[in-house]
């Protein structure tokens, strides 16, 4: 069984950095592709990023290019996502998700899901 655990939010103020941190237990990571989604208040779950598998290629929303930053670490079972530049809209859960795919993009769907962890930019 997998399980995906997030950590790292919090409050910050806008311009702030915060770096949010995903463990994920129950099997190696190498053939796994990973991503970060949040919700914000009354909007739909949005994908923020994710890392695939083959080749590391990542990718972002264009809300978030620039500012965010996906990574892995297959050794430590961990993906991490940096956030600088933070605005009062990125205000939202994050949660990180896993699923098994072997390949240089990344699917659109995940059966691994986090709890979520609260991320709240404002001043």
């Known amino acids: 069984q997998v399980h995906v655990v997030e950590s790292g939010g919090g409050l910050v103020q806008p311009g702030g950095s915060l770096r949010l941190s995903c463990a994920v237990s129950?099997?190696?990571?190498?053939?796994?592709?990973l991503a970060w989604f949040r919700q914000a208040p009354g909007k739909e779950r949005e994908g923020v990023s994710c890392i695939s598998s083959g080749d590391g290629s990542s990718y972002y929303a264009d809300s978030v290019k620039g500012r965010f930053t996906i990574s892995r670490d297959n050794a430590k079972n961990t993906v991490s996502l940096q956030m600088n530049s933070l605005k009062p809209e990125d205000t939202a859960v994050y949660y990180c998700?896993?699923?098994?795919?072997?390949?240089?993009?990344?699917?659109?769907?995940?059966?691994?899901w986090g709890q979520g962890t609260q991320v709240t930019v404002s001043s």
């Open positions: 129950g099997s190696t990571l190498d053939s796994y592709a």
């Open positions: 998700a896993a699923t098994y795919y072997r390949g240089r993009y990344c699917p659109s769907r995940y059966d691994y």
